[in-house]
Structures are given as structure tokens and as C-alpha cells.
């Protein structure tokens, strides 16, 4: 709810902004004008990346400026109605998922040497960090290549021991594609900080 406050906030500095319920039982909320315009709302599954879940009641939001719904009433017959009243075309348009990468915080302590071994130059395995070493950054958009199959995602983090060396790459649920050998990875952009699929 803040995020919506400060959005309609910067909103009002551009234009008017009048904030709609979807509840609204005239006619004019977003669950009826989004039903005129026939766009439909997942309600089982929220999480899906789809117009339906993320896009439609929006549409229907902006649309609701141009119609409205007018009641009319005959009292001499005491019949009662309404319509629509303006015009709205819905085209096709992009839809876009635009996410934050859930990189992992450095941890330093894992870095130094662990105390309760009897060896001090026994390092514990280290997690997280920004820079690998071989000129990626973690969220740093790549192509990588596995058994001749062809992967697009994120740096996400890497692993080097005395037995690897491998880059794991996420796709844009942040979920993990695979590790691939840093030999076989291209970068294709550097680190937006964003995830757009």
C-alpha cells in the first residue's frame, strides 16, 4: 500500500488521478468495466506472470475514464435500467515481467579461516559477493552454452574450488537454469539491476 500512495502521488504531479474501488456496485468499478470490456482475471493463481493476473484490471482502470455506466428509471412504468455510455477499443499491446534479482549478500566471515579447524589456511566456502573472477557480475545478462543447448539469464553467483569453477545462471523467476563453465559464457549486457523478460 505505501508503494500505491507514492505512485499516485508522482501520478497527480503529471495529470488529475482519481482513484476507482473494484467493488464499486454503480457500474463504474474495475471488476464491471473490466467484464464490458471482456477481459478476463485469474483469481487461482495470482503468481502467474500473465495480463490476466497483473494487467487486465489496469486496462480496465484507464478505460473507465472514457465510459461510464448511466442508470435511467420510467417511474410512470416503474421499469429501471442503465448502459453504457462512451467507447473504448482494446488493442493488443506488450506485456512485460520486470523483476529485482534475489542476489545473494556477501558473507564475509566465510571468507576467513575457520577457527575451530586445527589447519588456519582452511577456508569455509565462500557465498555471495558481486564480482566473480572471471569478468561477470552478479545480474549481468548472459548467453551460456550446455550440451549444445543454448541458455539466456542472470548471474546469479559462482563456485571455485580446487575441483570447479562454475557461474550459475537464473532465469527471470530467479529460479536456477544451471552452472555452466565460464568459458561458455557470453555476456550479453551488463547489471541493470532489473530482470525483464
Do not use: C
Not at 456496485?25 to 464491471?32: E, F, V, Y
Not at 483469481?43 to 502467474?48: G, I, V
Not at 545478462?141 to 557461474?167: C, D, M, P
Amino acid at each position: 500500500m505505501v508503494g500505491q500512495k507514492q505512485m499516485v502521488q508522482w501520478l497527480q504531479q503529471l495529470a488529475p488521478v482519481q482513484t476507482l474501488m473494484g467493488w464499486q456496485p454503480d457500474g463504474n468499478g474495475t471488476s464491471q468495466t473490466r467484464k464490458w470490456l471482456g477481459l478476463s482475471k485469474n483469481k487461482e493463481d495470482k503468481s502467474l506472470p500473465i495480463p490476466e493476473t497483473h494487467a487486465n484490471d489496469g486496462v480496465a482502470i484507464g478505460a473507465s475514464h472514457f465510459i461510464r455506466w448511466k442508470d435511467w428509471q420510467d417511474v410512470r412504468r416503474n421499469v429501471r435500467g442503465g448502459y453504457w455510455d462512451g467507447e473504448v477499443e482494446i488493442s493488443d499491446s506488450p506485456f512485460v515481467v520486470v523483476a529485482r534479482p534475489n542476489i545473494y549478500r556477501r558473507q564475509l566471515h566465510f571468507e576467513n579461516p575457520d577457527s575451530k579447524k586445527p589447519n588456519p589456511t582452511q577456508y569455509r566456502k565462500r557465498k555471495g559477493g558481486t564480482i566473480t573472477p572471471f569478468g561477470l557480475r552478479s545480474g549481468d545478462f548472459v548467453e551460456a552454452e550446455k550440451a549444445l543447448k543454448i541458455y539466456r539469464g542472470w548471474i546469479g553467483g559462482y563456485t571455485k574450488t580446487s575441483k570447479t569453477t562454475n557461474v550459475s545462471i537464473y532465469d527471470v523467476n530467479w529460479k536456477r537454469l544451471g552452472q555452466f563453465s565460464p568459458n561458455k559464457v557470453k555476456l550479453l549486457k551488463r547489471s541493470t539491476k532489473l530482470l525483464i523478460k
